[in-house]
């Protein structure tokens, strides 16, 4: 059974940083495609990273690029979201989600196993 937990959410002031985790178990994340969404109240739910199987590449939305950082510890099993400056508008439900098979990391209905989610609360 595949288990992604996220870990790590709260409350920050504007400018400040917070590390995302998403431990999984029944999966290898070095064998999956991992990415991180978010969804905001009375918004739908968008892409904020992800990064392939191999590693080797990793994908933002233009909003986060410069700011967030994806990256994956293989022997913990885990994936990270390093979300600096952080502002209001970044304020949402961060979910982590893998995906086994090829399809468009931007596209969460391509994901097959999703988290339970973090709250991340940024204050002006």
């Known amino acids: 059974q595949v288990q992604l937990v996220e870990s790590g959410g709260g409350w920050v002031q504007a400018g400040g940083s917070l590390r995302l985790s998403c431990a999984a178990s029944?999966?290898?994340?070095?064998?999956?495609?991992m990415g991180w969404f978010r969804q905001a109240p009375g918004k739908d739910r968008e892409f904020v990273a992800a990064?392939?199987?191999?590693?080797?590449?990793?994908y933002y939305a233009d909003s986060m690029k410069g700011r967030f950082t994806i990256s994956r510890d293989n022997a913990k099993n885990t994936v990270y979201l390093q979300m600096n400056s952080l502002k209001p508008e970044d304020t949402a439900v961060y979910y982590c989600?893998?995906?086994?098979?090829?399809?468009?990391?931007?596209?969460?209905?391509?994901?097959?196993?999703w988290g339970q989610g973090a709250q991340v609360t940024v204050s002006s």
């Open positions: 989600a893998a995906r086994a098979y090829s399809g468009n990391y931007y596209d969460d209905r391509d994901y097959h196993s």
């Open positions: 029944g999966l290898t994340v070095s064998s999956y495609a």
């Open positions: 990064i392939s199987w191999s590693g080797s590449a990793t």
